[in-house]
């Protein structure tokens, strides 16, 4: 960022620059030191430990687990492209943090080359068999939530692999093979259990039902294996051996396809439909990402079938109307008047979101599509609606053009994802958000990973009283998604300025909003940004994090007409940005003190 723009604190920046001399900050490079630094996080699902963030000058890589992080830095550091280190990053995600995402699910992922940014779509895809009814009883009601999530029915074609492929190719500098290395290693060699590995296997109540997961996650007594268990996982280093060797088509097109369609086919309770031939038809998509001008910046983000491009750029359109950098936050707590703003932002957002997001190769968007929904005389006019008091549930908007009609919604969407940022030394950037879906996915093992369970993100209802819901099973079609993978460039010299994305199922948007308004409006660091409180509305209560926000701002939120919930708001953000002091520029990493993650770079 150039050094004429505002930052707070001073005494931060200083110490910043001396970080950059001394590189203090470095996480440890060796492997007892990224297993110390997991002890160290907060692995709990609602903890909370303050970081300050992490300095470099070439490079930096910033995941949700210190071990994967170390795999990004070593491709990185051997003179590896960004999406070289994403692969790394992702492979050992599969190992170390099998409950938010792996090679058995899918993603999403923005490359930026310095000139141009991509959007490649890696979303899981309904079985050829699929239909509208997918998730609903003979008589059309829909299944309970856990009736349609555990088992064999809510798995998609996994998209992760191919997607990653597609960007290696185009990208890509080291070998495939070379990429899959230090996940190997660690498999078979083990890695230490973590707290929050732990206390999520505690509380799961379905995983034991698999008879492979019981056998892998849990002791003879039945019991999660203990915080510094070293687990090993020769399943999944056979597993990723065959896909270093033969490439994405060893998963999609051989035996590892045939054992996932068996293990779903084989359900006892809730088999569902996906064969090996979906598997292998299965193709990532290069898409248009969604970019808009927000201030002195372009912000681009994912397209359909995430909705989280569009939302987000609603988001900032509406919220552009306003001096937002006049509301900066008081000793870190956002003030009544920036969070009653930012939630009626997001009703608004939410409201179109719920209404018209779905797979566009399947159906359409209404009137321009994306441009119409983030137009900005149309947002100027939906941003005419936030009044002194809540609106409480907003309507959905008719953007420019509008031909079409939808029903509402009502997907089942959670929050257990993983969110990477990468920059290499080119100063080409990856964003990506990857997902398993629920914790431990469909909580079925295979092959040494989990199977998503991300045919749960369409509607369980297909139609209503407004038609039928854009977002309904149909076969090959990709499930809506509010993932939020998010690049930020500078609109007078083009560089890359900031890449950030989260977990957090359809708070995503809210929680990568919150900290481009951090950032943009508010001059905080990436780090200071992610560490706000978490706030905002899906177009219902107003959520506020629990333990973060005065009683008295709430009373005078409330006074306003807002349904306050507060809530644990378990974001996992990360994220990189350009820095600027005194002229130098360096790269500055920022990981949420809610997880475990971290940041890493020369």
Not at 47 to 52: E, F, L, M, T, V
Request: proline share 7%.
């Amino acid at each position: 960022m150039p050094a004429s723009r505002p930052r707070r604190p001073v005494r931060a920046l200083a110490a910043l620059a001396a970080a950059l001399a001394t590189a203090l900050l470095a996480v440890p490079l060796s492997s007892q030191g990224a297993q110390d630094a997991v002890q160290q996080a907060p692995e709990a699902a609602t903890g909370y430990s303050a970081k300050a963030g992490w300095v470099a000058s070439k490079f930096m890589v910033a995941a949700a687990n210190p071990l994967a992080v170390e795999a990004g830095y070593a491709m990185l550091k051997r003179g590896g492209a960004a999406i070289d280190a994403a692969i790394a990053v992702q492979m050992v995600l599969t190992l170390v943090e099998p409950q938010s995402s792996g090679i058995g699910g899918g993603a999403f992922l923005l490359h930026y080359d310095g000139h141009h940014v991509q959007a490649y779509d890696g979303r899981e895809t309904a079985p050829s068999r699929a239909d509208e009814h997918l998730f609903q009883h003979p008589d059309g009601t829909p299944l309970a939530r856990m009736d349609g999530i555990v088992g064999g029915r809510s798995v998609g074609a996994p998209g992760v692999l191919r997607m990653l492929a597609l960007a290696h190719r185009q990208h890509g500098k080291l070998a495939w093979a070379s990429l899959f290395a230090p996940a190997i290693a660690l498999s078979e060699r083990g890695f230490p259990v973590s707290a929050r590995l732990h206390e999520l296997l505690a509380h799961e109540t379905y995983l034991r039902r698999d008879p492979v997961a019981a056998r892998y996650f849990y002791g003879p007594d039945g019991a999660p294996w203990p915080v510094g268990h070293v687990l090993k996982n020769p399943a999944l280093a056979a597993t990723l051996r065959a896909i270093a060797a033969g490439g994405a088509d060893a998963f999609y097109l051989g035996p590892i396809a045939r054992d996932i369609a068996a293990k779903v086919k084989a359900h006892p309770t809730n088999p569902g439909l996906l064969s090996a031939a979906d598997i292998g038809a299965y193709q990532a998509r290069l898409r248009d990402p969604v970019c808009s001008d927000y201030r002195r910046f372009t912000v681009c983000g994912m397209p359909p079938p995430s909705s989280g491009g569009i939302a987000v750029a609603q988001m900032l359109g509406i919220l552009e109307t306003r001096d937002l950098a006049a509301l900066a936050p008081a000793d870190g707590v956002p003030g009544a008047e920036a969070v009653h703003l930012f939630s009626e932002a997001g009703r608004l957002a939410y409201a179109d979101r719920d209404r018209y997001a779905a797979d566009t190769d399947f159906v359409p968007l209404p009137g321009r599509g994306i441009a119409g929904l983030i137009d900005k005389r149309y947002l100027a006019g939906r941003a005419a609606l936030i009044g002194a008091r809540s609106m409480g549930v907003a309507k959905p908007g008719t953007p420019p053009g509008m031909q079409v009609a939808w029903g509402t919604d009502n997907a089942i969407e959670a929050p257990c994802t993983s969110h990477l940022a990468v920059v290499d030394a080119d100063g080409d950037g990856v964003s990506m958000t990857t997902s398993v879906e629920d914790a431990f996915g469909a909580r079925q093992m295979v092959d040494g990973f989990m199977l998503n369970n991300q045919l749960t993100d369409f509607s369980f209802d297909s139609r209503d009283a407004g038609g039928p819901v854009a977002n309904r099973v149909e076969p090959g079609k990709r499930p809506r998604s509010a993932m939020s993978p998010t690049l930020v460039l500078d609109r007078k010299t083009g560089q890359l300025v900031l890449a950030i994305g989260s977990p957090g199922g359809p708070a995503i948007i809210n929680y990568v909003a919150k900290t481009l308004v951090g950032v943009l409006d508010w001059g905080l660091n990436v780090e200071q940004a992610i560490s706000l409180p978490n706030f905002g509305s899906r177009n219902g209560p107003t959520e506020l994090e629990a333990g973060r926000f005065p009683a008295a701002e709430q009373d005078v939120l409330r006074a306003r007409g807002h349904t306050i919930r507060v809530e644990d708001m378990n974001s996992g953000l990360h994220g990189i940005e350009r820095m600027t002091i005194h002229g130098a520029p360096f790269w500055f990493g920022g990981a949420d003190p809610r997880r475990e993650g971290v940041a890493m770079g020369d």
